[in-house]
């Protein structure tokens, strides 16, 4: 079992292996799967030091798709809705729906946010919000949180 954590380690400090995990579990964390691409994006640049803005770089990637993956859920899930509306709404449901409207495609700015972010982008689809600015606010909010948790984890390392 040792041989084959060495193994894995070592091959995900090859930036060929490293970047394609990257990639993956970025864009996976994006979609509505309970996962998190933080721990490989710090594995990655703890490993292999110099491929920093490169990892940054797919890791927004990834989930910015990931995001833009659960833009077109909502889609297919306004479609849906239309066919079998239920007849009932709930009036907390309706706020929200309304704000979103409201704000329009800069909510995807909150697509990084834990827990909303990911329906988030799936509700944007749903309310046929424009999909490239809302894939631009999605890039944006994601890279600042990546670079803040990258940089971050950077200068705990160094003062600690």
Same mark, same amino acid.
């Given at each position: 079992m040792e041989n084959f954590f060495q193994s894995l380690l070592t091959n995900l400090a090859q930036p060929e292996y490293g970047l394609i995990v990257l990639f993956c579990a970025s864009l996976l964390a994006a979609t509505l799967l309970p996962l998190g691409s933080e721990p490989v994006l710090l594995g990655v640049i703890t490993l292999n030091p110099s491929l920093l803005w490169p990892a940054l770089?797919?890791? @927004? =990637? #990834?989930? @910015?798709? #990931?995001?833009?993956v659960g833009w077109w859920m909502g889609v297919g899930a306004d479609r849906l809705w239309a066919t079998h509306q239920p007849s009932f709404h709930k009036a907390h449901h309706l706020r929200a729906l309304k704000w979103l409207?409201? =704000? #329009?495609p800069a909510a995807c700015l909150g697509a990084w946010l834990p827990v909303i972010g990911d329906p988030l982008c799936v509700v944007a689809g749903f309310l046929r919000l424009p999909f490239w600015p809302c894939v631009f606010y999605m890039a944006v909010g994601k890279a600042l949180r990546y670079g803040l948790l990258v940089f971050g984890w950077q200068w705990f390392n160094w003062a600690g």
């Open positions: 770089c797919v890791a @927004t =990637i #990834g989930n @910015t798709l #990931g995001g833009a409207q409201r =704000i #329009g």
